[in-house]
């Protein structure tokens, strides 16, 4: 979002990038295990919230939680850097004007300009990944630590984060309320333990 020549800008870039990047095993899709070995205490919210001020709200609030400087949103088929446009930036100055500029583009409809199957997010800090697939509208987070796990609850509560045993047992997101047996079943298996 905001871009500037200034080198440290880019490095803090290409490190939640890289984290974005590196988080999951990128031939897995849910409900099976998408992160690597190190991630855990795992919380979902609505994938809507991301077209809204509220999200920028509680990412800028993470940011802050955490000590981070921006947030990269990509897309995880796209094999390009940092400075790739398929990925989305967030930092602590972004405005909900920009933020929607770049989520949406001209369109102004909840519909995402970066045409994408698989997105993953990260902070430059590194300590909190997140994982989308688009036909399953929910956003799944996860922490490298408990204490994480319960920063990010705190700072996404605004958008309704709770962990999967709390989704599945109140559906509050729409695919949960619709979720086939098998896929429940798994995806608690995988998530539901934190």
């Known amino acids: ?11 803090v870039r290409r490190n939640a ?5 590196s988080c999951v095993i990128p031939a897995r899709r849910l409900p099976e295990q998408v992160f690597r070995p190190g991630w855990g205490e795992f919380l979902v919210f609505d ?6 001020p509220t999200f920028l709200a509680a990412a800028q609030a993470m940011l802050m939680a955490e000590g981070s400087e921006c947030i990269c949103i990509t897309d995880l088929g796209s094999e390009h850097d940092a400075r790739e446009p398929r990925s989305i ?3 602590r100055s972004t405005s909900p004007e920009a933020y929607r500029a770049a989520v ?17 997010m990260a902070s430059d800090r ?12 929910f956003i799944l987070l996860a922490s490298r630590s408990a204490d994480g796990g319960a920063t990010l609850r705190t700072s996404l509560a605004g958008v309704g984060a ?5 989704a599945v047992a109140h559906p509050t997101i729409y695919n949960f309320e619709h979720m ?15």
Do not use: H
Not at 3 to 10: A, E, I, K, P
């Open 1 to 11: 979002m905001t871009v500037t020549g200034d080198r440290g800008d880019m490095d």
């Open 17 to 21: 990038f890289l984290t974005a990047k």
């Open 47 to 52: 994938g809507d919230w991301v077209f809204e």
């Open 89 to 91: 930036w967030i930092d």
């Open 104 to 120: 949406l583009g001209r369109s102004g409809v909840d519909d995402w300009r970066i045409p994408f199957s698989v997105m993953t």
């Open 126 to 137: 590194g300590t909190w990944a997140g994982y989308f697939e688009q036909c399953e509208e």
């Open 162 to 166: 709770v962990t999967v045993s709390e």
């Open 180 to 194: 086939q047996p098998a896929f429940r079943d798994t995806l608690l298996r995988n998530y539901g333990s934190s």
